[in-house]
Each structure stands twice: as structure tokens, then as C-alpha cells.
Antibody, heavy 119, light 109 residues
Framework: EVQVVESGGGLVKPGGSLRLSCAAS????????MNWVRQAPGKGLEWVSS????????DYADSVKGRFTISRDNAKNSLFLQMNSLRVEDTAVYYC????????????WGQGTLVTVSS | EVVLTQSPATLSLSPGERATLSCRAS??????LAWYQQKPGQAPRLLIY???NRATGIPARFSGSGSGTDFTLTISSLEPEDFAVYYC???????????FGQGTKLEIK
């Protein structure tokens, strides 16, 4: 069974840092691109970042570029999101999602981890 | 950057009725459009990809159509568990990113 489980969320002050993790199981992690998507309280979905299977290609939403860094460890079936210079508007549930293939977008999602940025 | 606009914002229907949700792209996305369902407190679930292909395990009452800039998600006969928020989504090659529509809330009338 395909599973992705996020962790690392919590309360942080503006300007602070947090590192999110996503543990994957049930599939060949090293063969798939992975993504982070977030959802602010009561709002819609916002794509944050993606990373290719071998880490050669990374992309970011303009809203997080220069502050967030996506990475992965294929040996440990893990995905990460390092978030620096956090802002109040970064408050959201952060989801880890697998990219299914060329025409199959985000086919498996974790349950999310809540990041709250507040003083 | 492609903008996706969903309509209506809220759709009020009864179980057994047919639901038609719309998603319009600001420029052609060919057939690279997907639909997701999200229930309160849950992660989104992929329903449709490449405009008209049902994802694994999705019931046949869900269907997608369209190409270019206009897309439709149809639920042929609503079940109680179908009342949720629905998002359309596309991926662009440049700039490389995913874009979501703002969502349509399907509520019980």
C-alpha cells in the first residue's frame, strides 16, 4: 500500500525556521517526482515545490522562492522541506504528494502537517 | 502563468441529482487537467487526470471532459459521500509549476 506521512510541523515565530519531513513507503520512491502542496486555514490548495526523482530538477512557487528548499534522500525514502524566514502567511497544512507520471499528477497524498507562524 | 477559474463557487444539489462542475483555463492546457475531491479534515484525492481518465478506484459516476480551455467534471448521480470541495489543477512546463482552481463546494440542498 502506498503511504506518505508528513511530520515536523508546529508553532514558530515569524522569521524562524522549520524542517518538514515526509516518509514514503509501498512504492519505489526513487522512481517518482515528489511535491509539497499547502493549504492555508479555510483556503484552497497552493503548490509549493517539486523535486524530480534524482533531485536534478527542483521548482518553487514564487511565494516561497529563496526561502524554502526541497530535498530528498532516496536511500531513506524521505522527502524534506526546509523553510526559512517564515512569515505569518506561510501558516498552512503542508501536504506531501507523489507525482504519478507524465500525465498523472498528484496521485497519493499524506494527511498533512500543520505549520503555524505566529508571534 | 495559467489561471484556472472554477464555477460555480457553490453548488447545492440533492442526492441522486446530476452535478456539473466547470473549470476554465486562461490559456490552452491541451488535455493536461486533473480534478481532486477534498472532504473536511482530509487530504485531496485524485479523481480524474488528463481531462477524462478516472484514477484508480474512482467510481464510474465520476467523469471528466474537455480540452484546451474548458473542462467539466460530471457526477452522474450524487451519493451522500460526494458532497465535498472539488479542485481542478494543471501543470505547466514553463514556468514549471502546478496551478489549482479556487474550488467548487458541492453541498447538500
Amino acid at each position: 500500500e502506498v503511504q506518505v506521512v508528513e511530520s515536523g510541523g508546529g508553532l514558530v515565530k515569524p522569521g524562524g525556521s522549520l524542517r518538514l519531513s515526509c516518509a514514503a513507503s509501498g512504492f519505489s520512491f526513487s522512481s517518482y517526482s515528489m511535491n509539497w502542496v499547502r493549504q492555508a486555514p479555510g483556503k484552497g490548495l497552493e503548490w509549493v515545490s517539486s523535486i524530480s526523482s534524482g533531485s536534478h530538477y527542483v521548482d518553487y512557487a514564487d511565494s516561497v522562492k529563496g526561502r524554502f528548499t526541497i530535498s530528498r534522500d532516496n536511500a531513506k525514502n524521505s522527502l524534506f522541506l526546509q523553510m526559512n524566514s517564515l512569515r505569518v502567511e506561510d501558516t498552512a497544512v503542508y501536504y506531501c504528494a507523489r507525482e504519478g507520471g507524465v500525465i498523472i499528477p498528484l496521485d497519493y497524498w499524506g494527511q498533512g502537517t500543520l505549520v503555524t507562524v505566529s508571534s | 502563468e495559467v489561471v484556472l477559474t472554477q464555477s460555480p463557487a457553490t453548488l447545492s444539489l440533492s442526492p441522486g441529482e446530476r452535478a456539473t462542475l466547470s473549470c476554465r483555463a486562461s490559456q490552452s492546457v491541451r488535455s493536461y487537467l486533473a480534478w481532486y475531491q477534498q472532504k473536511p479534515g482530509q487530504a485531496p484525492r485524485l479523481l480524474i487526470y488528463d481531462a477524462s481518465n478516472r484514477a484508480t478506484g474512482i467510481p464510474a459516476r465520476f467523469s471528466g471532459s474537455g480540452s484546451g480551455t474548458d473542462f467539466t467534471l460530471t457526477i452522474s448521480s450524487l451519493e451522500p459521500e460526494d458532497f465535498a470541495v472539488y479542485y481542478c489543477q494543471q501543470r505547466s512546463n514553463w514556468p514549471p509549476m502546478y496551478t489549482f482552481g479556487q474550488g467548487t463546494k458541492l453541498e447538500i440542498k
